[in-house]
């Protein structure tokens, strides 16, 4: 944040995509881990509702107290490896996409930093992002940054208790897959770059839907994003998309019928990924352009508000790109 971090980080479209969504995770060419702060290894939490935040190269998800105003540390952390985002559920359970290990660990929620629930393997892709309306019991959408031995990104479609049974794909996305969400009617959204091992705005941006998260999938023509990024539903069904290199996001609305255009509106910095608060009023963007969080006045096809900043207990060369909020919205 320009005014708690005092060095602005000019990333460029290579450099930032490589370090966010790279794909070598355990190589030897990766960054060694920066040093932590005292408050690391925090003892487990009792808020019932915060912010995580992960952080690409400190291998670390960091858990927040809701009330981020005053930039305190984090209340609490995780262990992980390589993870792009998180989410969480409607009950404040954690997912962790794990890239490093290829894993998916939920932890219980509502309290920050639960135990664990279990886990299972990916044997899909690389796992970046995840959508679950309920983590325990229902299905988990994975989205997988890269199909294993393919250039391009799919959708793994597991359970908690039974792992993953079947694969999403749609040659709309034939590069990099960033993000998957799940509306309120149980269709699948993905958005990712159409072509294949190119990254920046040079790559094209697509967004598919599978509809009850079956079949080939459709690719939206309504989709104007410059370049793929997080996705996230309000709790109207307006489908919020962020445009990462344009420093922005546009909403879309009436999906997947007609998906409607709104926008786009300029966020503070780059985020790839951002989530809504449960009462789908706080938009907060996890800014890796800056090594912080900016958090929103969000009013839906109105757009945003910028309140403020935090980036307390934040790493930036360890790159600030995912962030769950428990609970998550309810759409």
Known sequence: MRGLTQQRFALTAL?????????????????????????????????????YI?????????????NTRK??????????????????????????????SRTVTVFRGPAMCGSKLGSFGDSDGQPSDAASHDAAETTIYVGNLQATGRAYGNVSVCTLASGCSAVLSNPAIGGQLFSVAEDKDGNVYASGYAI???????????????MHGKGKGTAIAGYRNTTPGGLEFDERGNLIALDTFA??????????????AHGPFALQGRSVYGKLDAKGSIFQAADFEYGQVDVYRYAGTRG????????????????????????????
């Open 247 to 260: 420093r922005g996001l546009s909403i879309y609305t009436d999906c997947p019928k007609r998906c409607a």
């Open 71 to 100: 930039n305190l540390p984090p209340i609490c952390s995780l262990p992980a490896a390589y993870v792009v985002d998180v989410a969480t559920d409607s009950a404040g359970n954690l997912i962790d996409p794990d890239g490093g």
């Open 15 to 51: 450099t930032a995509l490589a370090a966010l969504l790279s794909g070598c995770a355990g190589s030897s060419a990766v960054s060694p881990t920066p040093a932590r702060p005292a408050w690391y290894r925090a003892a487990p939490a009792i808020a019932k509702k915060g912010v």
């Open 196 to 210: 294949p091992s190119v990254s920046g705005p040079g790559g094209g941006a697509a967004l598919v839907v599978w």
């Open 304 to 331: 945003l508000t910028y309140l403020y900043s935090y980036d307390d207990g934040m790493t930036p060369s360890g790159d600030v790109e995912g962030i769950a909020i428990d609970p998550a919205v309810s759409d």
């Open 54 to 66: 992960a952080e690409y190269y400190t291998n670390d998800v960091l858990g927040y107290d809701w």
